[in-house]
């Protein structure tokens, strides 16, 4: 099934400049959304992952769906302030200002295996930050799963060494 053609590209939002690609409209049709799950599954199978991790927002859409497909469980990773049990933290320098991302101190024990998803790698920096976190607190990742990648900006060198995979992508 051709996944990009139901992805919504939207031009300068959500400021000048920037090409969106809004996922909305994968979701939204059933077929492709089981397609891009059935894809990522294929990708993971066989890695001995016993949790997906996914940030807020969107990599808790794919990253829960995936998770209960392959019968594992889903950790989620969010911004500061959000989540109510003792937690780690990261923090991380923006284009502007700095960002802080929590997940919850006994979520991940030593030697725990993950996959980590998100809906899009663009600079990487989102995902080197949940990768420095996980790794902080000794969680093993065996892969990294993206929807979308965007090869231009050239994210996946922040993650060398791991294997990475996208299914869609964009220059
Ligand atoms: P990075 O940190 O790799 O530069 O940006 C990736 C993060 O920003 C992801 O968490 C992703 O959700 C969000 N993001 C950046 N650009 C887009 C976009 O065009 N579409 C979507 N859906 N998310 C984006």
């Known amino acids: 099934m051709d ?15 920037i090409s969106f690609k809004d996922i909305t409209t994968l979701l939204k049709d059933k077929d492709a959304f089981k397609c891009a799950i ?4 294929k990708n993971i ?14 990599g808790f859409m794919l990253g829960c769906a995936l998770s209960y497909k392959m019968g594992l469980g889903f950790i989620p990773v969010r ?7 003792e937690t780690v933290s990261f923090s991380y320098e923006k284009e502007y ?11 991940i024990k030593p030697g725990t295996k993950v996959v980590v998803i998100d809906d899009l790698l663009a600079t990487g920096g989102t995902v080197e930050a949940v990768k420095n976190l996980l790794e902080k607190m000794g969680a093993e990742i065996v892969a990294f799963e993206f929807l979308i990648e ?22």
Do not use: C, M, Q
């Open 38 to 41: 059935d894809e990522l599954e």
């Open 79 to 85: 911004k500061k302030g959000k989540l109510p049990a």
């Open 45 to 58: 199978v066989g890695l001995g992952a016993e949790y997906i991790v996914g940030p807020e927002a969107r």
């Open 3 to 17: 996944l990009k053609s139901t992805i919504r590209v939207i031009e300068g939002f959500p400021k000048e400049g």
């Open 97 to 107: 200002g700095t960002d802080t991302i929590e997940i919850h101190k006994d979520a």
């Open 150 to 171: 965007l090869t231009d900006l050239k994210g996946r060198d922040k993650l060398d060494g791991y294997k990475v995979d996208s299914l869609i992508t964009y220059n």
